[in-house]
Every structure is written in C-alpha cells, then in structure tokens.
C-alpha cells in the first residue's frame, strides 16, 4: 500500500503562485516528500530526453525547447525472500513490492541546460501527482483554503475566517454550517478564540 503521508497537505508557505495565477509546490518540495516519507525506497530514471529549437524570442534571442520523459518507482515492503543465480554462485536475496508511474514534461527556454532541467522536474512532478502528492491543488475548493491560508498569516480577519472553514474540515461540517465557538476552541485547543491564541495554534498545527 502506498504510505498516505505522501499525499498530505503541503505546508500554506511552500504553495506558490505562478505567473498564470496558479499555484503550484516547487520540485524540491515533492523531492523532500519522497525523501521525508520513502526514504531511499524510492527511484526516478529518465527514459528519454530530446531538445529542440524554438520560435526565437520577440527580439530575436534564440530559443530551446527540451522534452523529458520518466519513471518515478515507489518500493514497498518485503514481499518474500527469491534465490538468485545458481548452485554454489546462489544467493538469497529480498524482493520487494514497487509501484511505478511515467511523466513527461517540457520547458522553453533561451538557456537549453535550464530547458532541460525544468522539464525534468515537471515530468517527475507528473509523475508524483499519480502517486496523489499535491493533487488536492487541482480542486478549487482547496485552492480556496490555500488561499485564506495565506491571508490569515498576515491578516486577522482571515484568521478568523480560516478558524471556521478550519473547524469546518475537522469536524466534517457542511461548509454552510458554521461551528459554535466552543467547538472551534476545542478543535484548537484553546481557552479562548483570541487572536493571539488562534495564531498561536494553528501555526503549531501547521496550518498556517
């Protein structure tokens, strides 16, 4: 089974926007994911990789495109103890469960080195969202909360805000209910809905 600690959220500060407007986690986010949950049970290889020429830029620079193709593998666990080789040259060895998922991307740029880079990392983000990691950014509702997530650490009527949509996920109410105050406290843990202590929580939580 894939371990469910691949899909949690991301952390509100490592969700960007980019210049369409669409937020995204950085390659070296779902790397630290794999790392911080797989460990060394996991494995990325490039199958196939081409660059191109592109349109040149409006004044005239030269343009690359690179397109990159690859296999991200998730091992398991042991499923068994397998003999390999033969007679004397045998050995015993464990053969475990692995789960693997392809991604393509590809990348434009004037300096063909970071065209090709950057296609990697989106062919093997591709391939993580197979896996579920970060796919809850592809659902509005969740953009929303990511939003008022970043509203809330600099403002303080988004915080209030986000400790009812918050207490609203926890307790799994519809979101056109909003919770009693003695409900938000006890999902936060707090005496008091203060705005000190509505911070202070929630930032323990990781939710902001």
């Known amino acids: 089974m894939i371990p469910t600690d691949l899909t949690e959220r991301f952390h509100p500060s490592l969700v960007k926007k980019n210049q369409s407007g669409q937020d995204y986690v950085a390659i ?3 790397i630290n994911r794999l790392n911080d949950v797989l460990g060394a ?3 990325w290889q490039i199958n196939d990789w081409k660059i191109m020429d592109a349109a040149p830029t409006k004044s005239g620079k030269p343009q690359y495109t690179a397109v990159v193709q690859g296999t991200l593998v998730v091992f398991l666990t042991d499923v068994g103890v397998i003999s390999l080789g033969e007679d004397d040259e045998s ?3 464990t053969q475990k469960a692995q789960v693997a998922r392809d991604g393509i991307g590809a990348n434009t740029n004037f300096d063909p080195d970071t065209a090709v880079k950057s296609a990697q990392a989106e062919a093997l983000k591709k391939a993580c969202h197979q896996f579920g990691i970060a796919l809850y950014l592809w659902n509005e509702a969740e953009r ?3 939003e008022l997530q970043r509203q809330a ?5 988004a915080l209030k805000q986000l400790v009812v949509a918050y207490t609203q996920r926890v307790l799994e109410l519809d979101p056109g209910t909003m919770p009693e105050k003695d409900q ?8 008091d809905l203060s705005v000190d202590n509505i ?3 929630l930032t323990k939580k990781g939710v902001i």
Do not use: C, H, P, Q
């Open 91 to 93: 050995f015993l060895t």
């Open 153 to 157: 650490a600099k403002n303080d009527n």
């Open 184 to 191: 938000m406290m006890e999902v936060l843990d707090i005496e």
């Open 144 to 146: 929303d909360f990511v």
């Open 41 to 43: 049970m996991w494995s």
């Open 28 to 30: 070296d986010g779902y």
């Open 199 to 201: 911070r202070e929580s």
